[in-house]
């Protein structure tokens, strides 16, 4: 079993920027798994965000493209997702998932506000 757990989430103004941290742990976690973040705002439905594979290779979702970077600590068995030149759109909830093993972490809150 693999438990995630986020954390940074938090309130800030459009344009500010913000680091979203995923630790990772459980007898069957890889510290080379593929991991991903996706959010979910209200009413709409869960969307991929971003992934970052063994190699070191990601993806982005158009909307975040150059905006966002997802990067990894093996070392801490953490992954992360700066976010930079946020925008009231990138309000949501924000959920880590091992891509390997199908396991999500319970959610942090980013909320874009003037």
């Known amino acids: 079993q693999v438990q995630l757990v986020e954390s940074g989430g938090g309130l800030v103004q459009p344009g500010g920027s913000l680091r979203l941290s995923c630790a990772a742990s459980?007898?069957?976690?890889?510290?080379?798994?593929?991991m991903g973040w996706y959010r979910q705002a209200p009413g709409k439905q869960r969307e991929f965000v971003a992934r970052?594979?063994?190699?070191?290779?990601?993806n982005y979702a158009d909307s975040v493209k150059g905006r966002f970077t997802i990067s990894r600590e093996n070392a801490k068995n953490t992954v992360y997702l700066q976010m930079n030149n946020l925008e009231l759109e990138d309000t949501a909830m924000y959920y880590c998932?091992?891509?390997?093993?199908?396991?999500w972490g319970q959610g942090t809150q980013v909320t874009i506000s003037s």
């Open positions: 998932k091992d891509l390997f093993a199908n396991s």
């Open positions: 459980g007898s069957i976690f890889s510290p080379q798994a593929a």
């Open positions: 970052i594979r063994p190699d070191g290779s990601t």
